[in-house]
C-alpha cells in the first residue's frame, strides 16, 4: 500500500512538473518556426514602403503578429525592437493616408458636381467636405449661389432656401472672421468678378443680396430682410447698385405708413373727421416713414433710370411711387423732387433697423392719405398687384449674383499625400 500511494504521489508531482514546464516548450517551439516566421516577415519587408494603403496596412498587420508570436524569442529581438519602434509611425501615416484619401474623394464628388451644377450632389457632398474641412470657406460660397439660383429659376425652385441662407450666413460668419479665400467659390458659383476689385466686399453684398431676397420674396418676412438688404447695399458690390434692394426697402416703409393711415382714417371718422392729438401723432409717424421711402425709391429711381437695361416701364413705375410719397409728404406738392433725386446718394442711407423720427409740423385741414391703389412701381407689366408683395419681373432686375460669378477651377481641392514609413533594419546575419 506504501509503495503504490507514493508511487501515486510521485506520479502527480511529474504531472505538476509537466504542466509547469510546458510553456516554456511551447515558446522553444515558437521560436524554432523558420519557415512560419521569414513568411510573416516577408509579409512586412515586401509592404511596409509601398504606395497603396491596402498594402502598407498588411505590413504594419504582419508587424504586429509577428512581434505577438516571437516577440519572447532571443533571436527575434532585433527585429520586434525594430517594430515596436515603428509600427505607431506607421499607423499614424495609414490613418493620416486613409483620411487624405477619404476627403480627396469628397471633394472630387464636391467639383464634379458643382461642374455639372447637380444642385442635390452640391449640397450633398459640400455638407461631408465642410465637416471635415470647415476651414474651406470657398464650400458655403459654392452652396450658398448653388441654391439661390434655384430660387431664380422660372418657376422658382424653394426646395433650398433654409439651406441658401443658412450656408450664406456661415460664409459671413467665416469671412467677417478673417477667414481667407482666393476664390470665393467655385467653378461658376465664384463671386471673383474683374469688375469689382474687393472679391470679399463682393462676396459679402452677394450673401447679404440672397438673404435678404430668399426672407423677402420667398418667405414673406420682409422685416427680417431688410436689415440683409441694407446691408448688401453698404459693401462695393454689384448689390449696391441693384434698384431692387432699395425698392423693397422703400415698400416696407410704405406698407407701415398704409396701416398707420388705416388706423388713422377710422379714428378720424369716430372724431367727425377732424384731427386731435392722437391722429395728428400718427400723421407725424406716417411721414417718418414716408422720409425713409422717399430716400429708398429715390435711391431705386436713380439706379435704374441710369441703367439702359431697365425697361423704360419699370423706371416709370418708380418714379410714379415716388411722387406719390413726395406728395404725402409735402402736402400734395412735388417740388424739389429731381433735385432730391439727384443728391441722393451723396448721403447715408438711414439703417432700416433705427426707429423712425416722427415729422411733427403743421398739419392742413386736410391731410391728404397715402394712396394704395395706384399702380405701385414695383410691378413694371401689371396694374393690380400691391407693391409690398411682389418682385419685379426677372426682366428688370438690373443683376443677380450668379450673375456676376465667373468660371474657375475649383478653389477647395486638397491634394491627399502619404507618409512614407522608415526602412525596417537590415536583417542581421542568422536571424530569422
Known sequence: MKTSFRNLTLGVLLAGCAAVTAPNSFAQDVCTEVEAKQTLYAQFTSNFDKKEVEKRQAAVDAGKQYIQKYGACADDKAIVDYLNSNLPAMETAINK????????????????SAKAKNVSEIFTSGKELY???????????????????QTLATPPVNTYNDDTIAQAKEAIRQLEAGKKTTGYGAYTYSFVNPKYSDSKANTLGAMNYMIGYIMYYRQDKKKDALPYFYKAAQYNSFSKTDPTIYQAIGASYLDEAIKIDKDRQVKLTANGNKDNDETLGMVATQKGYADRSIDAYSRAYKIAKEDKLQKKEYVDGLYTRLKELYAF?????????????ATVQNKPMPDPSTPITPVKEEVPATTPAINSSTTPATTPATTTTPATTTKPAATTTPTKPVSTTTTKPATTEVKATATTPVK????????R
Open 424 to 431: 525596417p533594419a537590415p536583417k542581421k546575419k542568422g536571424t
Open 131 to 149: 465637416a471635415k474641412k470647415p476651414e474651406l470657406v470657398d464650400i458655403p460660397i459654392t452652396l450658398a449661389a448653388a441654391g439661390f439660383e
Open 329 to 341: 409728404r409735402f402736402d400734395n406738392k412735388t417740388t424739389g423732387i429731381d433735385e432730391f433725386v
Open 97 to 112: 493616408s486613409k483620411t487624405v484619401a477619404g476627403e480627396k474623394a469628397v471633394i472630387d464628388r464636391f467639383n464634379t
